[in-house]
């Protein structure tokens, strides 16, 4: 048996390989939000009324006026930091359904990006508020990106992506009240009227019904909620659509508009992603 030692240089290589490992590890870990974090004793008391106080900074288009929501900071701050104290994420007694815990986490999702607004002064895109900033959230260290991967992708409901905002023109459009477990179908129906109505996430250019991505990227949660018999993503989209515009909306597109474009059962048309317009909704 060759009992020279190993190269200098093939020694350095596995030193390095070994450390890019341990490195790649921990950046997934993070980045998955499995980072363990310190539960604070002093932390508030969660309530979503601090959220609701933080909300009356939003319009009826879901616009945010930064200076009102900095009048507002100190509630918002606090249903924040009363997150890193609730129970763990994977425990079973934080929710008490799959309503519950969808509520939580839109919620939790719209905080934080109303945090990084105020945070964040110079941004002028939605991509300038990071989804890799963490927080500590019920004993993990969490970013938005892993709320959206771990928690909300698993409702299986293509309503939360519609509903879900990011600061985006072309993002769900903010509410003025957090979501609630018990009322959570009716408001992401809203959610999705309001999404829908919106020259950003859907044009009529027959034969092509151009749609936001945040429609064609989930398109297979959509099309699970689609009765028997029925196919095709243009039905939901339908659904939603409303039967006029009103002053808020002026030049959506409506179902009939939607009929006369694509025909009753849709099939004249056929479906492509639009480009998103990242500017900041302000």
């Known amino acids: 048996m060759d009992s020279r030692p190993l190269p200098a240089w093939l020694r350095l290589a ?26 604070p004793d002093d932390a508030p008391a969660y309530a979503t009324a601090d959220l609701l106080a933080a ?3 939003v319009d009826r288009q879901g616009r945010v006026d930064v200076e ?4 507002r900071r100190e509630p918002l701050d606090r249903f924040i930091a009363a997150m890193a104290k609730t129970a763990p994420a994977t425990s079973p007694e934080r929710f008490p359904g799959p309503d519950e815990r969808v509520a939580f986490w839109l919620n939790a999702a ?12 110079g ?45 985006s023109v072309s993002g769900g459009v903010l509410d003025s009240a957090p979501f609630g477990g ?5 408001q992401l129906d809203d959610a999705a009227r309001r999404f829908l109505r919106r020259r950003a996430t859907v044009t009529l250019a027959p034969p092509v019904v151009r749609l936001s991505p945040r429609i064609t990227s ?43 474009a694509c025909g ?7 479906v492509e992603p639009m480009e998103e317009d990242r500017r900041l909704v302000r």
């Open 182 to 186: 018990d009322t959570i179908n009716p």
């Open 123 to 167: 941004a002028r895109s939605a991509d300038d508020l990071s989804r890799w900033q963490s927080w500590p959230i019920g004993g993990q260290r969490l970013t938005r990106a892993a709320i959206e991967r771990r928690f909300l992708a698993e409702a299986g409901d293509g309503r939360v992506w519609l509903a879900l905002f990011d600061g």
């Open 14 to 39: 596995g030193f390095t390989v070994s450390v890019l490992l341990v490195v790649g590890s921990a950046l997934v870990l993070w980045l998955d939000g499995r980072v363990p974090a310190e539960v």
């Open 55 to 57: 909300l009356t900074a």
């Open 68 to 71: 009102a929501l900095r009048a």
């Open 110 to 121: 719209h905080a934080l990006v109303l945090q990084q607004l105020l945070d964040t002064p």
């Open 218 to 260: 989930h398109e297979a949660d959509f099309l699970a909620a689609l009765p028997e018999g029925r196919s095709g993503v243009l039905q939901i989209v339908w659904a939603y659509l409303p039967e006029s515009c009103d002053g808020l909306f002026p030049g959506c597109d409506t179902r009939a508009d939607l009929d006369r």
């Open 264 to 270: 009753v059962a849709f099939d004249r048309c056929r």
